[in-house]
């Protein structure tokens, strides 16, 4: 299957600073792409949709100033966490599709970010 | 779209089939079941989708009732390695939709 690789795979930072994790399409060209958050013990959940060249579009309860996504171009998708805070840490997954006529989702290995 | 439930945690013996159920019973006639599994601090791993045929494919088998309110993932010959959380999701077609989890069903491959 289609690969989708995750930069870093784990962070520390202070509280207070930004962090970006990018999520890149090896070997696909991906028009939408997925990011998703995953606190211990629980489910992945829904943070944005971004497609390329288009504005993200946020789940309810996401802060779009706090949680910047960018989808410059169709195999990367870069996610920047702005000021940072302990209640910020967590796993960070994209995924990313082709879009229509395909069913398989390619999810990234995940981001582990922590931050003190 | 329509919700799953699964039962949150199953132990299988090494070698042994792990059948999985779900039940989706509002499930709508243009939703997929989809099942992805997650080994710990990894992302999702797909591994078998169907409308209302039985599938298979290298990793495992997808059982949907006839109603379709129900279905099971079958591996045949449960590793150590297939311990992971297992979600069923059910989705609209192919359009490149997100997927929404649910808590899933923990499965333990016991040696």
């Known amino acids: 299957g289609a690969v989708v690789s995750q930069h870093p795979s784990w962070v520390i930072c202070k509280s207070g600073t930004s962090v970006k994790i990018e999520c890149r399409s090896l070997?696909?060209?991906?028009?939408?792409m997925f990011w998703y958050r995953q606190f211990p013990k629980q489910s992945l959940m829904l943070m944005a949709t971004?497609?390329?060249?288009?504005?993200?579009?946020?789940e309810q309860g996401v802060e779009k100033d706090k949680f910047l996504i960018n989808h410059a171009s169709l195999t990367l998708s870069t996610l920047t966490v702005t000021s940072a805070h302990p209640e910020d840490s967590s796993f960070y997954i994209c995924?990313?599709?082709?879009?229509?006529?395909?069913?398989?989702?390619?999810f990234g290995p995940g981001t582990r970010l922590t931050v003190l | 779209d329509a919700k799953t439930t699964q039962p949150p945690s199953m132990d299988c013996a090494e070698g042994r089939a792990a059948n999985l159920p779900c039940n989706h019973s509002?499930?709508?006639?243009?939703?997929?079941v989809y099942w992805y599994r997650q080994i710990h601090s990894q992302g999702p791993q797909y591994i078998i989708h169907?409308?209302?045929n039985n599938e298979t494919n290298e990793m495992a088998s997808l059982i949907i009732t006839e109603d379709r309110k129900s279905s099971t993932l079958i591996l045949p010959h449960a590793t150590l390695r297939d311990t992971a959380v297992y979600y069923c999701?059910?989705?609209?077609?192919?359009?490149?939709?997100?997927?929404?989890f649910g808590p899933g069903t923990r499965l333990s491959v016991l040696p």
């Open positions: 999701i059910v989705r609209v077609g192919d359009y490149g939709q997100n997927f929404v």
């Open positions: 070997d696909f060209q991906a028009t939408t």
């Open positions: 509002t499930i709508s006639g243009n939703e997929y």
């Open positions: 995924s990313a599709t082709t879009g229509q006529g395909k069913h398989e989702q390619f």
């Open positions: 971004s497609n390329e060249g288009s504005k993200a579009t946020y």
């Open positions: 169907g409308l209302k």
